[in-house]
């Protein structure tokens, strides 16, 4: 994480944070797809990007995932805080 | 004499027409059957049932230029981001992206002139528009660049950690002489029923 970001009291909570600024599409959602896999069902995932495409493509993704977007800031830069969805088949 | 003479008393006799009728029935019923057994016992043919659809996408890669391939690789590594299974099927122009060198050996005259006139990768494949001789290719990357973008060799390195899966048309590679060394590693190879098999399951499939 870079020294110039003022952690959030989300992102502190999160299982997990990603930076994802700077980077373009696809490779936001591609990360996050990547680093969900990792994570544990109920696990909290933070986001930080600024591609103009992230919270379109986010709320996609979680529609088409099932995973859950729990919270979307957009200033200064788009922070979203995701939870892994329990497997497919449960509840 | 009339073509269609009046009924006569004979033919109106109850008891000839109840008799006729009984004919025409049975008749009809006999028919009926002999249609029906046939049809309750005909099954669907496998070729005409269709197909389950995979949670899965299917890209064909044809063009050989660095915006489409980009398009294919971004709509590709996008799906499998989505958590679908993914397969792009390289044919004509489109090998270039799957390219790691020309090489020249062992080659007929018409293979090495291929190999001459065709780009040795994804880093050297021209654009669709603004071409300009081969400036447009690196102004589009020097942009891209700038503006964090990721450039065609990213993008099919970033596919092949995505897990997504890469097959090269054999018979493209043999019309334009680019063998197996030419391509990178963990490259699948097959023809159009390969790809047919998969796009007929996809959910979504794509001629870029």
């Known amino acids: 994480m870079n020294a110039d970001t003022q952690a959030t009291p989300e992102q502190r909570t999160a299982d997990l944070s990603l930076d994802c600024r700077e980077l373009r599409c696809p490779l936001p959602i591609v990360k996050i797809s990547q680093a969900m896999k990792e994570m544990a069902s109920g696990q909290t995932l933070w986001v930080e990007a600024d591609d103009p495409a ?18 979307f800031s957009e200033s200064p830069t788009q922070r979203a805080l995701l939870r892994k969805a329990p497997p497919a088949g449960w509840s | 004499m009339s073509r269609h ?12 027409i109840e008799y006729a009728e009984r004919l025409v029935t049975a008749k009809v019923a006999e028919r009926l059957d002999a249609l ?12 005409t049932t269709a197909p389950q659809l995979a949670n899965r996408a299917t890209v064909v890669a044809f063009s050989g230029d660095m915006d489409k391939l980009m398009a294919a690789f971004i709509i590709a590594t996008g799906a499998a981001a989505l958590g679908m299974e993914v397969s792009m099927y390289f044919t004509f ?4 992206a799957i390219k790691k060198r020309t090489s020249f ?20 494949v021209g654009t669709s528009k603004m071409n300009l001789l081969g400036m447009g ?26 897990g997504v899966r890469l097959v090269a048309c054999q018979m493209s590679m043999d019309v334009m002489g680019i063998t197996p060394d030419e391509l990178i ?4 190879y097959g023809g159009v029923t390969t790809y047919l098999a998969d796009a007929r399951e996809a959910r979504i499939t794509l001629f870029i």
Do not use: I
């Open chain 1, 54 to 71: 992230f919270e379109s493509d986010l709320e996609a993704w979680v529609r088409a995932t099932g995973h859950e977007l729990l919270q």
């Open chain 2, 5 to 16: 003479p009046e009924p006569t008393a004979t033919v109106a006799d109850p008891a000839l």
């Open chain 2, 36 to 47: 029906n057994g046939p049809l309750s016992q005909a099954e669907p043919s496998p070729s």
């Open chain 2, 93 to 96: 122009w489109g090998l270039a």
């Open chain 2, 105 to 124: 050996r062992r080659k007929k005259v018409t293979e090495k002139l291929m190999g001459l006139m065709l780009p040795s990768g994804p880093a050297t």
């Open chain 2, 137 to 162: 290719p690196a102004f589009f990357r020097y942009v891209m660049k700038k503006k964090n973008v990721q450039t065609l060799p990213d993008l099919v390195a970033l596919a092949r950690q995505t």
């Open chain 2, 185 to 188: 590693d963990g490259v699948e």
